[in-house]
Nanobody
């Protein structure tokens, strides 16, 4: 079992910055990839950025160049630095962890989310 707790959301003006954190606990060594997803009102949840256990990163086109994902394995924490925020970035942001065994047993983990609101 893995528990994920997000923090760092809030209200920010367009052009501003926020840093989200995702603290992981439990079976940390089982985690391969960690991701940030977001879900805006009335829209489907979408992948924002991800980072593998080896440190490779990937980003949605809409955030590339503005957001930076990182992972501190010593602190069991993942971060999402969000700069140049736009109103369309407003959403609940979710932390997601995919274990190494995911493709065998289909088990993955989600946090409860943190709300980011960007005002124009």
């Amino acid at each position: 079992q893995v528990q994920l707790v997000e923090s760092g959301g809030g209200l920010v003006q367009a052009g501003g910055s926020l840093r989200l954190s995702c603290a992981a606990s439990g079976s940390i060594d089982s985690i391969n990839t960690m991701d940030w997803y977001r879900q805006a009102p009335g829209k489907q949840r979408e992948l924002v950025a991800g980072i593998t256990s080896g440190g490779s990163t990937f980003y949605a086109v809409s955030v590339k160049g503005r957001f930076t994902i990182s992972r501190d394995n010593a602190k069991n924490t993942m971060y999402l630095q969000m700069n140049s925020l736009k109103p369309e970035d407003t959403a609940v942001y979710y932390c997601h962890a995919r274990p190494y065994n995911y493709y065998d047993d289909g088990i993955d983990y989600w946090g409860k989310g943190t709300l980011v609101t960007v005002s124009s």
